[in-house]
């Protein structure tokens, strides 16, 4: 395939994904690689693609004391830079390509070995800075392209559609959208019908959310966009991050920070908010899955100029 925005920086883990020692698999691009971490913090990647008879690393293990990813197939050892390593040594030349990563904090982040064409937006150090890290959400494998996965996020009239079930939004009205490049920004209000007892009983975070909820959204093309919203327990901000994995396969994950008004109500909503999120996501990619080929649409709504603007962005890259 055709690489999906050359030269975008691509959010392709938090540090909490990758456990220690451990092969965590990553597809981008059309390409799988393998990432691992030791207990120092240090991350590798490479090719997952065995040079010897093309097993996949990801299936293999780590071995702690050379920092070194073991094949499954014939247990031969790779370092992070694809070198060989055979009898307490090291071959000088790489037999497989690595993934060059940036970390920062906790965010691994990668250009796809491209060259670099945006810089990597600092607002995910930002707001780990500022936040409590509550968890990770809604990680899945949306079958569909990137940019109508990233179109849905820039789609302000699909909440009274797509997620009525949850948050019983009946309305929605942007109030702001400002765009800098690949930066935009929405401010909207949402208005909410009354959740039935059943819904708050399975999801107690709904308690906490305001009849009228006023929020921001902030893009930072392609790479990741930004929820922020005050709740009764805090104010929370929601971390959608997105990258092109096929030509048809867009995974997405939700990095969730809060700052809870008393700590004890962390391990309460916790769990509540993480599971709501995986409710908005699957409706998401049902809706992004389920739609027809597109045609030119016969209809206008209000606010689809956000949309029309990420589509810009996107094709003129
Ligand atoms: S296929 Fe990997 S060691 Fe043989
Ligand atoms: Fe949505």
């Not at 709904?206 to 902030?218: A, D, G, Q, Y």
């Amino acid at each position: 395939m055709n690489t999906i925005l050359p030269g975008a920086p691509w959010l392709i883990a938090h540090r909490s994904m990758l456990g220690i020692n451990k092969p965590y698999k990553v597809t981008l691009n059309g390409q799988d690689y393998v990432l691992w971490q030791n207990d120092r913090g240090e991350v590798f990647g490479l090719d997952n693609v065995c040079p010897h008879m093309q097993a996949p690393l990801s299936n293999g293990w780590i071995c702690q004391e050379r920092d070194t990813i073991t094949c499954p197939f014939h247990a031969l050892e790779f370092d992070g830079e694809g070198r060989l390593h055979r009898e307490g040594k090291r071959d000088t030349q790489p037999l497989s390509r690595s993934l060059k990563l940036t970390v920062i904090g906790d965010f691994i982040w990668t250009y796809d070995n491209c060259e670099p064409r945006v810089p990597i937006p600092d607002i995910v150090q930002n707001i780990a800075a500022e936040y409590d890290f509550i968890g990770i959400a809604g990680e899945k494998t949306i079958r569909s392209d990137f940019l109508s996965t990233w179109l849905i996020n820039s789609d302000f009239n699909h909440q009274n559609g797509t997620h009525r079930e949850l948050f019983q939004i009946v309305q929605n009205q942007m109030t702001e959208f400002d765009k800098d490049g690949y930066w935009y920004q929405v401010k909207q209000e949402s208005t909410r019908a009354n959740n039935s007892l059943g819904e708050i009983f399975s999801n107690p975070v709904l308690l906490t959310l305001p009849k009228i909820l006023k929020s921001t959204v902030e893009y930072f093309f392609p790479s990741v966009l930004v929820l922020y919203a005050e709740s009764g327990i805090g104010p929370f901000a929601q971390v959608v991050v997105q990258y092109p994995q096929q030509n048809d396969r867009t995974k997405i994950y939700e990095l969730i920070f809060g700052k809870f008004k008393f700590a004890g109500m962390k391990p309460l909503f916790r769990q509540s908010m993480l599971k709501a999120i995986d409710v908005v996501v699957e409706q998401d990619s049902m809706a992004i899955e389920t739609r027809y080929p597109s045609q030119l649409a016969k209809i206008k709504l209000p606010n689809e100029e956000v949309m029309a603007y990420a589509e810009k962005l996107y094709k003129e890259w």
